[in-house]
């Protein structure tokens, strides 16, 4: 690992004030990764864990639920305020440890886990590089879904989840603040664009916010893995509804692991929006979400999990 | 008696040799009735210093003044290194030395004289070594080394390497022969048969992963070097620093007081050890070289992908014939473990014909790996075998059972012992097997089937010659037992302390073990699951003759005659009286027991074998393609069982790392440059305790008389080799569809469910 200036500031004031000049450093549990495999090499780091203001869960009366960047992942696991499929998605990642140290404005914003991507031996094209080495390697781990450039997966649990429950996160930057679409915050890297995440220079994380009408929603979160815990997902899928007199409304199909950003299935969505979630209609919306999905050599596979996934997601949202 | 000189058969990771050995005296005879300490359960006795951190691994050894070393690595999977230039390296400051191919003195290792090559020959191989003050100053001076490479074309895969077009790596091509065995005629054979099973199973490459990564310290105080060092096989370590740096074994001492594991993969000497002491040579500081996870997945052994075909067939209800050919990814191992081994011995099959090859690859060398070779061809055999059984509609485990081997059908020997139709018989009745259908049963959700599935061990496990022990009974009555063996892991230390009170008559308590050193007697290599079977008689033999020199000590002091005497529980008991060993030697200062003992040799004309069988319950997930394991029931036949404790252990843990050979565990090599892809522990996947099912472990626990004084045979590898399969055949009979590839993944399941 490379020397690095370390700045531990106390206020977002200052925070946002050190971050013109240095990256953002919560948990660590990705970042600290990507520096000792010498894939990221920021020379100084502003550590934003002793700024109060970006701490705390609560629940605030017609504005929702207010979530603070820096809110542990076990926190969010143990929060009853916290919507189901949110505690739900939170619990799935990772392992206790990790859990416990990593932070919501930290998994949202992490780096994806494409091993050319983060084996600092391959110059691959997200790296700055000329190509992408697992769009004809070893490509299991990929995406079947709006691949542009590159090919790698969205690895969030939380994403899936937030995004299902139309969450916003609120930006400060060294000028201004803005609050944008949690959704909003990628997009799939492509010519111009390396980059998973839709930061401005310099700006932080300081909030996400679930709206008030969205945690009426009803919500559940599928995530299948390679063995039975500490495993990102093969694909996920993060569902939720408001569930009334026998009919679905405002339904969410988010799909983690399966596309380079979290993957709004839009047109299951459509087929089972006003419906009464029955087999036939499940079947189909699963079938509807992969409809554009194109395999690469090693990953056809996640085609028949997102179809499965998100078909159960849909009967267990009205069982 | 004087000493002389007898052949025996030894038994090493499924390879028989005729081996000669010393033998002085008479053997002890087989413990009859019952014992005491022995078969007690016994917790271990350092389990507390390991807990607690107060026992010292390699890996905890800091001297004054020592250096720390790594290896600079090959980034290409083959090429020639024209130039290292490692003056920008040596310019930093705290970098103390940097040996490469040309300045490095000459080195014998594992038939090469250095330790870098001229030709690279995986991603990963070594370069150069560099030793330093401090692991900051190493990583800087790593980058600063230039060297210059002419990339060669590589091959990485094994059914790459197999192509015609593929890069030959040897003169006489990437094929070798390294196993045949021929019984009958099976073409003739195959061609009678009702039912042939044509079928090709794939293993993938696993990784050791030991807790504790290789690593040794090197410690030169200008006449004697003294190396730390995380083994198996300290005189096997001893015996490589000799040939490599040509020091007299009497200046060259290896110390292993506690190891994290070892799996096969810490045999011998390895470069580090090699590049360690030499840096602590050139140098004259101790150098610690410790190896971090990429490099143990890199250049740290692996158990060899296979590519495995079996033509199998039955006729008038047995099975009539056999033809199994492997291929092993040797990576740049000179040899590999035969995955035929369980065809060729487990069962009574007279037309057979097995064909076992290395292939070479630019790829980190394969080493033992539990069992190597086993549990790569008994995936393999045991799944066909269930398949062709459930084929023919008949029950696999009677068809098994028609083939029980009542002889050992290499060598035509009896059996010393043979309990495989109880283990049966325990493992049906345990799983429940007389419930299991054809095609399996509903799960626990209407997505899921639930199936169950067995499979067969066999291992060698007799251990033999040569194996030397001490036992030095001090004035107040406790006792140092000496063996120059290791506690890999599996409760060596505490099992050979029972031995040693069981046949002197202390207490556990009373015995301290030392192990891990070249300065005392001779141990073998922690492997081929020997220990308890080659250490365990020496040790008891060592303890009867102190034993026998307490018992003439003391009819001294008691003016009686030794035969009136006997040892129990830290006494001298005669006619009712009860005198502590201490008040015998306070009569005699500093007078010392020293007793020596050493393993005999194995009978003649005899098979020593150990048997097992494993059943597996799982629920597969048909939509998912995720398989559960339920339940799984081991019944391994071993002999007597010294320590029930640390037994359970063995199993317990040997079907865990199965489990991840079975479901989670694989090497991922990008063919394009060779790189291992997953060489971590988040991305590359050992089972978490999510993934470890209910285990219920029966042992026969009957002492094989025959085998040696201890009745004891190994258990270390017998857990591992029958799980993989014994899991797939209780997915194929939930699901109705072979599967014929490890790790069954889901991508796996689901793609064998799609094929249907």
Redesign the interface.
Known sequence: ?KPFALARPATLAEARRLAREATPLAGGTDLLGLMKAGVAAPPRLVDLTGVGALRGLRRERGRGLRIGALVRLAELEEAKDAPQVLREAASLAA?PQLRATGTVGGNLLQRN?C??FR?E??PCWLKGGARC?ARH??N?YHSILGVEACVAAAPSDLAPALIALDARAALVGPRASRTVAVADLYQAPREGVRDEHTLRPAEIVTEVRVPEASLARRGVYLK?M??????FA?VSVAAAARVHGGQVTDVRLVLGGAAPLPWRAREAERVAEGTALDERVAAAAGEAAVAGAQPLE??A?KI??AR??V??ALLRLVT | MSPRVVRTRVEFEGEINDELSIIDGRDLPAWRGALDVVGARTPRVDGVARVTGRARYTQDVVLPGMLHARFLRSPYARARVLKVDASRALAIPGVHDVIHRTNAPKAAFRGEETIFRDEVRFAGDEVAAVAAVSDEALRDALRALVVEYEVLPHVADLEEALRDDAPRLEEKGNVSDSGKQDRGDVRKALAQCEHVLEATYRTSTQLHNCLESHSAVAHWDGDRLTVWESTQHVFGVREGLRAALRLPLSRIRVLCEHMGGGFGSKGGVGKYTIAASILAMRTGRPVRFVLDREEENLAAGNRSATLQKVRIGLRRGRIHAILHSSWSNAGQGRWVADPTGPTNSLYDLPDLKTRSYRVVTNAGSLSAFRAPGYVEGTFALESAIEELADRAGIDPLQLRLRHLAKKDPLSGYAYSDKRLRECYEIGAREIGWKARKRGGAPGSTPDRRRGIGMASQIWGGGGGPPAYATVHLNPDGTVVARCGSQDIGTGTRTVLAQICAQELGVDVDAVRVELGDTDSPYGPTSAGSLTVASVGPAMRAAAADARAQLLGTAAGILEVTAKELRVERGHIVSKGTRTPIKEIFDQLQNYTVIGKGSRFPNPERIAIKTFGAQFAQVEVDLGTGEIFVEHIVAVHDIGRVVNPLTAASQVQGGIVQALGFALTEERVVDRGTGRVLNADLEAYKVPTVRDVPRITVRFLDTPDRRANSTGAKGLGEPPMIPTAAAVANAVANATGVPMRATPMTPARVLAALGAR
């Open positions: 690992m392992t886990r091993w050319y084996d031996a391959f080495f390697g070893e299991r299948q390679e063995r039975k815990t500490w495993a093969l090693h990953n596979y028949v999990l499965e996934l078909r159960r």
